[in-house]
Nanobody, 122 residues
Framework: QVQLGESGGGLVQAGGSLRLSCAAS????????MGWFRQPPGKERELTAAITWSGGSTYDADPVKDRCPISRDNAKNTVYLQMNSLKPEDTAVYYCALGPSLARNSHLYDYWGQGTQVTVSS
């Protein structure tokens, strides 16, 4: 079993920044990617960004490209999502999840954090 713990969400004004953190209790060879998904109110969960533990390959979804870099600290088993120039449409519950690769399909990720709320006011 792997536990994921998220932190860093909150309320911020448009244009502001937040850094989300996700700490994993351990890493496994079979689950080499950590993804950040978000679920806006009334909408489906979607992949925002993902990174591999080995090599550091990344994926960034178009809505956050160039605004929200994802990074990792392997020594701390922690992945970060630095969210800059936040917009009201970034408002969502953000979840981190552990999966086998940089996949966009949420069903391929089998360990999930509890979620952290990000609210961006206009």
């Amino acid at each position: 079993q792997v536990q994921l713990g998220e932190s860093g969400g909150g309320l911020v004004q448009a244009g502001g920044s937040l850094r989300l953190s996700c700490a994993a209790s351990r890493r496994t060879f079979s689950r080499n990617a950590m993804g950040w998904f978000r679920q806006p109110p009334g909408k489906e969960r979607e992949l925002t960004a993902a990174i591999t533990w080995s090599g550091g390959s990344t994926y960034d979804a178009d809505p956050v490209k160039d605004r929200c870099p994802i990074s990792r600290d392997n020594a701390k088993n922690t992945v970060y999502l630095q969210m800059n120039s936040l917009k009201p449409e970034d408002t969502a519950v953000y979840y981190c999840a552990l999966g086998p690769s940089l996949a966009r399909n949420s069903h391929l990720y089998d360990y999930w954090g509890q979620g952290t709320q990000v609210t961006v006011s206009s």
